[in-house]
């Protein structure tokens, strides 16, 4: 089946610096990648959704140059938080469709960030 | 923004019975999908179903949708106190293929 992988799964950062997090489709090439952030004993919410060759359409409320992301390749997006903060303190975790079916999205198993 | 609600928000239920869970979504869908995730934990897929279907099985899952309330329900048959888990349900619009979730089910069965 579809395999999204996402690296790494947990991170612990200082305030200010800012993290690279990773998503790939193992076995399948996705031209839609979407990811999303989880407070605790929350929903998820979706924060972008990411394009290949094409610059990432965000959500009402997410501010684009604080969470950079890039889809340079059918297989690969990456999500930068930029000048992490403790708020920005979350479970991240992305998504992809199969190429040209918009059905079922297969999900990778997330990154928890910490910021200190 | 979300899509659906839930309801209801917390479920406790003792081993071997049923658990339903209960979404509602404001927007016509191609699909809806159920996940269920351990806390602190990835998402675990469940059930896909599309909206010209009325009905899914799973094992031990059961899920309904009805498009003109806009409504889809996951049952849970002989519930096990592994299935102690946070249960949502994700939506995505037609024309769209971006998921949006609904608020989700805390779940816990008690052995």
């Known amino acids: 089946g579809a395999v999204v992988s996402q690296h790494p799964s947990w991170v612990i950062c200082k305030s200010g610096t800012s993290v690279k997090i990773e998503c790939r489709s193992l076995?399948?090439?996705?031209?839609?990648m979407f990811w999303y952030r989880q407070f605790p004993k929350q929903s998820l919410m979706l924060m972008a959704t990411?394009?290949?060759?094409?610059?990432?359409?965000?959500e009402q409320g997410v501010e684009k140059d604080k969470f950079l992301i890039n889809h340079a390749s059918l297989t690969l997006s990456t999500l930068t938080v930029t000048s992490a903060h403790p708020e920005d303190s979350s479970f991240y975790i992305c998504?992809?469709?199969?190429?040209?079916?918009?059905?079922?999205?297969?999900f990778g198993q997330g990154t928890r960030l910490t910021v200190v | 923004s979300q899509q659906g609600e839930e309801d209801p928000q917390a479920l406790s239920i003792q081993e071997g019975e049923n658990a339903t869970m209960n979404c509602s979504y404001k927007?016509?869908?191609?699909?809806l999908q159920w996940y269920r995730q351990n806390s602190g934990r990835g998402l675990v897929h469940l059930i896909l179903?599309?909206?010209?279907?009325r009905e899914k099985h799973s094992g031990r899952l059961r899920v309904t949708l009805d498009t003109s309330k806009k409504s889809s329900s996951l049952l849970i048959t002989a519930s096990r106190a592994a299935d102690t888990a946070s249960y949502f349900c994700?939506?995505?619009?037609?024309?769209?293929?971006?998921?949006?979730f609904g608020t989700g089910t805390r779940l816990k069965v008690l052995a």
């Open positions: 998504s992809a469709s199969l190429r040209g079916r918009g059905t079922e999205a297969f």
């Open positions: 076995d399948f090439q996705a031209t839609t």
């Open positions: 990411s394009n290949e060759g094409s610059k990432a359409t965000y």
């Open positions: 927007t016509s869908i191609n699909n």
């Open positions: 179903i599309r909206s010209n279907e």
């Open positions: 994700a939506t995505d619009g037609t024309g769209t293929y971006k998921y949006i």
